[in-house]
């Protein structure tokens, strides 16, 4: 028998859990999750050293007064089981799971124009009608393994980040090789470094990285946040990244060196990566600006590391602070100190192959028992693109982003209608936290269905000026900002042969928020309603 519901949730993460909490007060809903559980990124990334880089208080749903007052973070920046427990905590509280379907990832969606309904087929094999999919398929879900040859001929073991294993590993006698430093690389070394005989870690692109200060979590904080949770959450919406800062007041060029190490110093201490990005008025969108955040964090890395060839090694000299998503640490510069770890530079000498003992780069050969891959993911457009989308007139999704992602402000795609995204290409993504920020398109795209529903439209489209608009606005607003200097995952460089546009909205959160409150005060314009 063919179910029909109202509304198809694809992810059962942090968004998908929401969208369903939301949702499934007024309508008839399923959510299918590809994993066997709950919390999506926080389900499958279980590698060591997992940890938010965000602080939890804020770093948390705030759509339940309850939720946030009873609920106790052990930590400052909770690690992964602790974020794991309160996803399924959330889906038990609110009894979420009489409507999610684990195990059961979508493969196909087809839209059926006569009858404005989507029809949803998953490996298990359920096949669903629905009026409405919300697509909260996550930025960071496809892994990226760059296809070296000699793979099948290494003898040891392979481990994606997003793929470690659920049980305990002994790695005392193992030699482990660590590809990619980015903001997995730089949680997974200092816990790597002390669990395995040896690291060698693989670096293409050295990391900017600021100390987490991570600690159990003191009462005096955890009653400060409970006691101000409604005005903060309020003031987090209209900070840049949805996370809290103090924004500094002058350009780096008005400081003297003397104010400057100040507000540097402070921000360096300020367990907020967004803290460096905002300390000077300018450092997002003036490089010489940057470039003093920039060589304050040098100084820094070459103050931790003992060996100078190695400090200066470790330094970001290609790409501006902020450029890419900042890392916040757990000691990883000082990892490198270790006599059980080393450097591998394999910008100047890449990697080459895998062989049966290890890996070769351009200048040599290291034996391996282990290689860990933390070499990111097919961003932002990969879970939709590995699903067989077809929408209006048998268009099909892969064929429309063949040469990169459009959408109407990240939540509409034109010709697919009805099929509406959360954190979808073009939305700030990872430049926003992302639970706040996933939090609050759930609500908006729940306002766009209610909407609907009163005035009895039955399908929602978007029109190619509407994803042209969105599109310039999202690569002109970058092009004023810093980020235009570095190859990332926003941009798409992280992957061979992709175009480069930005997937990532960088104007800031009040921005996208104002331009989304903007449209459907204008009654829902450039969301074509019939
Ligand atoms: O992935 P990345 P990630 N040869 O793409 C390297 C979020 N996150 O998983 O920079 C050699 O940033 C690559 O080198 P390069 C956060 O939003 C959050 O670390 O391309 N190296 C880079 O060093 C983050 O931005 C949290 O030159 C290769 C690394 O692999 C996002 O996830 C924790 C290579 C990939 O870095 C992604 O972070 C973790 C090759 N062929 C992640 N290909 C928290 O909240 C790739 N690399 C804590």
Redesign the pocket.
């Known amino acids: 028998m063919t179910e029909t519901v109202d509304v198809v949730i694809i992810g059962a993460g942090f968004s998908g859990l929401y969208a369903t909490y939301r949702l499934s007060k007024q309508y008839k809903v399923i959510c299918f999750e590809k994993g066997a559980g709950v919390g999506g990124t926080w389900y499958w990334?279980r590698y060591p050293g997992?940890?938010?880089?965000?602080q939890s208080v804020e770093y948390s749903y705030s759509f339940d007064d309850d939720l946030q007052q009873d609920w106790k973070w052990p930590e400052y920046f909770s690690a992964q089981p602790d974020l794991e427990r309160y996803a399924n905590h959330v889906a038990d509280r609110f009894n979420l799971r009489e409507h999610i379907r684990l195990s059961n990832a979508v493969e196909s969606l087809r839209f059926d124009a006569e009858n404005d309904l989507w029809e949803v087929r998953t490996a298990a094999g359920d096949y669903v009608r629905c009026r409405y999919i919300i697509a909260a398929t996550g930025a960071?879900s496809i892994p990226?393994e760059?296809p070296w040859p000699g793979r099948e001929d290494y003898q040891g073991v392979i481990y994606h980040?997003t793929d470690w294993p659920r049980e305990p590993m002994d790695l005392s006698d193992k030699r482990v090789g660590l590809?990619?430093?980015?903001?997995?690389?730089v949680?997974a070394a200092p816990i790597l470094a002390e669990q395995a005989k040896s690291l060698t870690v693989?670096?293409?692109?050295p990391?900017y990285s600021m100390p987490s200060g991570n600690r159990a979590m003191d009462e005096e904080h955890e009653r400060d946040w409970k006691e101000n949770y409604p005005e903060r959450r309020k003031e987090i919406l209209n900070t840049w990244g949805t996370s809290m800062v103090t924004y500094g007041e002058k350009s780096a060029h008005e400081c003297s060196e003397e104010e400057r190490t100040q507000v540097l110093e402070k921000a360096w201490n300020s367990k907020s990566a967004f803290q460096m990005q905002v300390a000077f008025t300018d450092v997002m969108t003036d490089m010489d600006a940057n470039e003093v955040v920039a060589e304050f964090i040098r100084n820094k890395i070459r103050g931790i590391v003992d060996d100078p060839e190695t400090a200066e090694r470790l330094c970001p000299k290609t790409y501006p602070v902020g450029g890419?998503?900042m890392c916040i640490d757990n000691g990883y510069y000082q990892t490198f100190n270790r006599d059980n770890v080393s450097l591998v530079d394999?910008r100047s000498a890449?990697?080459v192959e895998l062989t049966k003992t290890g890996l070769r780069t351009a200048e040599g050969e290291y034996d391996l028992d282990i290689i860990v891959m933390?070499?990111?993911?097919d961003a932002v457009t990969g879970s939709l693109m590995n699903m067989d989308v077809e929408g209006i007139d048998g268009i099909k999704l892969a064929e429309k982003w063949k040469e990169g992602p459009t959408t109407y402000l990240g939540y509409m795609i034109a010709g697919f209608p009805n099929l509406l995204m959360v954190h979808g290409p073009m939305t700030p993504g990872?430049q926003a936290q992302m639970i706040t920020s996933g939090e609050w398109q759930v609500d908006y795209l729940a306002e766009l269905i209610d909407s609907m529903e009163a005035d009895g439209k039955t399908r929602v489209d978007t029109t190619e000026e509407a994803e042209q608009w969105w599109y310039e606005e999202t690569q002109n607003v970058a092009m004023h900002m810093v980020h235009r200097h570095a190859?990332?995952?926003y941009n798409a460089k992280?992957i061979e042969g992709k175009k480069g546009d930005f997937m990532i909205y960088v104007g800031g959160f009040p921005r996208f928020t104002e331009l989304s409150r903007k449209a459907a005060e204008n009654d829902w314009e450039g969301f074509d309603l019939r």
Request: glycine share 10%; aromatic share 8%; no cysteine.
């Open positions: 990334n997992a940890r938010v880089d965000i960071l990226n760059p980040t590809i990619g430093t980015g903001s997995t690389g949680q693989f670096q293409r692109t990391a890419k998503r394999v890449p990697i933390a070499t990111g993911f990872a190859d990332s995952w992280n």
